[in-house]
């Protein structure tokens, strides 16, 4: 059990050599005895033959390759710099960073000096590498049936039409386009010209509703947006136009005119001849964009020139503009892909992120398509128009890396397996979640039934600040425990901080903090670089504070146990929200559960849960307390929830997110304090709750 024992603590190298050779020794014994993946205690190994072909097959690679990038950071990450292509070389520091508040302006630059495009490395380079024909990207619409496919070629030309239309409107370097676009192909392409011509994307996810929209306008002042007329999911058509009308009203009523609008015309949802129409304003994609030549010039950026925008999902307050830049972020999102997927040139590769989140814009963009992979964009729900429809993409094409996000896992757990087995699966070889802890009943399940039991399970924890995965599984390297990241990727330091940011070292719990910064770092918070350092890098002088707790374990792993501000202290036991969720979801008759802390006359803080129960099951006295003895049994009497408050459904963020906000405002009785609701996906679960709070 103590094989890794050092390897997650304060991995800085004097302590790498802690780990013992014993423990190493004792995994390949495993792995050699066991031609399939062993289930040992809490360990979950890949198979021999998956690691075996595996980029990084043991954890002694895996401690050689991240020591060299601790050591020499530079040396490390120039070498995959090289890889890519840059018209200029950066120049020789490689890296210059001051994370430390107490010595002036927080700063962080990569490759400075170097000049490349990001656009240009994913698309012209692996066309120049002879993969022009390869496809790209597959697309499936709402619909079963409705589908396309690009090649690396054929997407280029698409890319070039556009980004020779944007500079014909005098779109250029260094201006802002907001893309407000479902996951059409078109999503994709509008960033990646964008990209080409230095101008800088912010995608808005077309589920925001038009206030947070304008919001966003208003703060970031684009010179053009690109939307579409309508789109259909599941079953329901929305207007995103109507939406787009209204955002512009408001940023007008701002200070903000936006004076074009290019309007794609999603067909299979609505047609032209239907949708309002601004003349001088809004212009018919088709109308213009295929118009212009198929090849169209790189604008050559600077490394540190910014490539987008991204507003953070705003679960704990008012929507922060996270900037990254070009050349750290193409080196970091091109290398945690391959690693963390151990990605091959065969593989299909589907996440289930919209381009709208930053796990989009890494992981459906910009990564994949730097490595030359075969992506896949889906417009639908992944659960129309039944709950198997992800099982039949996955089968129609073959899909053999699938990523996504723990919320949908526990959706699919809840309709049941036979939706699954019905499928074959066959392809799949990898599998991956991000967004939040994964509950170890989630994650078994994904692994077991999804998975059957052979595909490892590569659970990211990164932000949209990191860029890039920071604590992640790679999977041929080690065995996994269900729910924990379990390592961090080479260049990170996480480290695990006490009130006063002290390090603690050996099994604990704490502030994760990062030390020292890596490529992908963001750079700033779009014109407020005071809050990006009060927020991130005064709470503990000299890190990087991500805002989340952490454990970790006798054996080094990671265990995030959800954002600080969600650790509820009971009778001085501090507790995080994710323990408690995961005991409650391990009960087989809980679908989901969200528990946030109440004030409480003794304890200080008492435990309240909502629970969504699985289907069919109703609730009753006996429910409830088969609940609260599974967290007695599991975690301890004094985790036992105070208060079970039965919830058809649980309130989430437009990306899947618990919104906590609201749910601790309910269970305190604040009614008339809820806030805003409108970026919920469901605002009248909120209504449903309140209506059972005496239930
Ligand atoms: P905001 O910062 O605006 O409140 P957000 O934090 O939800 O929004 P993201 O950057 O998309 O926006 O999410 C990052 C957060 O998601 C992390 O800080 C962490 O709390 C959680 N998270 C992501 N991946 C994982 C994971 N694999 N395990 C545990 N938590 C995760
Ligand atoms: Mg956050």
Not at 625 to 635: C, E, F, T
Request: proline residues 5%.
């Amino acid at each position: 059990h103590r094989w890794l024992l050092g390897m997650g603590s304060a991995p800085h190298h004097d302590r790498l050599r802690h780990v013992g050779s014993g423990g190493i020794s004792r995994l390949n014994a495993v792995v050699l005895g066991e031609a399939l993946a062993a289930e040992e205690n809490d360990l979950v190994f890949p198979s021999h033959d998956f690691s075996r072909h595996a980029h990084i097959s043991s954890p002694e690679q895996y401690q050689n390759m991240y020591e060299r990038s601790i050591e020499d950071p530079a040396g490390f990450w120039s070498n995959i710099a090289s890889q890519f292509c840059w018209k200029k070389r950066w120049n020789p520091e490689v890296c210059s960073e001051n994370i430390d508040v107490r010595r002036g302006t927080v700063k962080i630059e990569w490759f400075k000096g170097g000049v490349t495009n990001i656009c240009y490395n994913a698309l012209d380079r692996n066309i120049e590498a002879g993969n022009g024909d390869k496809v790209a990207l597959y697309w499936e619409g709402n619909e079963p049936g409705q589908d396309a496919q690009l090649t690396y070629a054929q997407m280029l030309e698409k890319v070039c039409q556009l980004a020779n239309y944007l500079k014909n409107v005098g779109v250029g370097k260094g201006d802002t386009v907001i893309i407000y676009l479902p996951m059409l192909m078109e999503l994709p392409i509008a960033m990646l010209a964008c990209a080409r011509i230095g101008a800088i994307h912010s995608v808005v996810f077309a589920g925001f509703s038009a206030e947070s929209l304008s919001q966003r306008i208003v703060d970031c002042k684009p010179k053009a947006m690109i939307s579409c007329n309508a789109v259909c999911r599941g079953a329901k058509v929305i207007h995103l136009k109507e939406i787009v009308d209204t955002a512009l009203v408001e940023s007008v009523n701002s200070g903000v005119p936006v004076d074009l609008c290019l309007i794609f015309e999603n067909k299979s949802a609505m047609k032209r001849e239907s949708t309002k129409w601004q003349i001088g304003r809004d212009v018919w994609w088709e109308d213009v964009v295929p118009q212009f030549p198929t090849k169209c010039l790189v604008e050559w950026v600077d490394a540190e020139d910014p490539l987008f925008l991204l507003y953070t999902s705003g679960s704990t307050g008012k929507p922060k503009g996270v900037l990254h830049t070009n050349g750290g972020y193409m080196v970091y999102t091109a290398t945690t892909f391959k690693y963390a997927f151990d990605y091959k040139p065969s593989d299909v590769y589907w996440c289930t992120a919209d381009c709208g989140w930053i796990t989009g814009h890494s992981y459906i963009t910009y990564g994949p398509l730097l490595n030359g992979a075969t992506i896949l964009v889906f417009e639908g729900a992944p659960s129309y128009p039944d709950p198997g429809r992800c099982w039949d993409i996955v089968d129609k094409y073959k899909v053999t890396i699938l990523y996504t996000a723990p919320t949908l896992v526990r959706a699919l757990m809840r309709d049941g397996d036979e939706y699954v087995t019905r499928y074959s699966r066959k392809s799949l070889r990898i599998l991956g979640s991000v967004g939040e802890p994964i509950n170890p009943s989630a994650w078994r399940w994904f692994y077991n039934v999804v998975g059957d039991s052979r595909c490892p399970i590569s659970d990211t924890w990164w932000q949209t600040e990191t860029g890039g995965f920071m604590i992640t599984p790679i999977p041929g390297a080690w065995p996994q425990k269900p729910g924990s990241a379990t390592f961090p990727f080479f260049g990170i330091q996480p480290v695990i901080v006490d009130e006063k940011g002290n390090e603690i070292e050996g099994e604990c719990t704490g502030y994760l903090c990062i030390k020292k910064s890596w490529p992908g770092a963001f750079r700033s918070l779009y014109g407020d670089h005071e809050r990006y350092e009060t927020t991130y890098f005064k709470p503990f002088a000299g890190y990087y504070f991500t805002g989340d707790g952490c454990s970790r374990d006798k054996d080094g792993y990671h265990w995030l146990t959800g954002r600080v501000d969600d650790v509820i202290n009971v009778s001085g036991h501090r507790i995080g929200t994710a323990e408690v969720e995961s005991a409650l979801v391990s009960h087989p008759h809980c679908a989901e559960a969200a528990v946030v802390g109440v004030d409480h006359e003794v304890k200080g803080q008492g435990i309240y849960a909502f629970v969504t129960l699985v289907d069919g099951i109703p609730y009753s006295e006996e429910v409830r307390k088969s609940l609260i003895l599974a967290v007695r049994n599991q975690i301890g009497a004094f985790a036992a929830p105070d208060k079970i408050h039965w919830a058809p459904a649980i309130p989430k963020t437009r990306s899947g997110k618990i919104m906590r906000r609201i749910l601790r405002k309910i269970a305190s009785r604040q009614l008339d304090e809820l806030g805003d609701t409108s970026t919920l996906v469901d605002p009248s679960v909120v209504d449903q709750l309140i209506a059972l709070i005496d239930h």
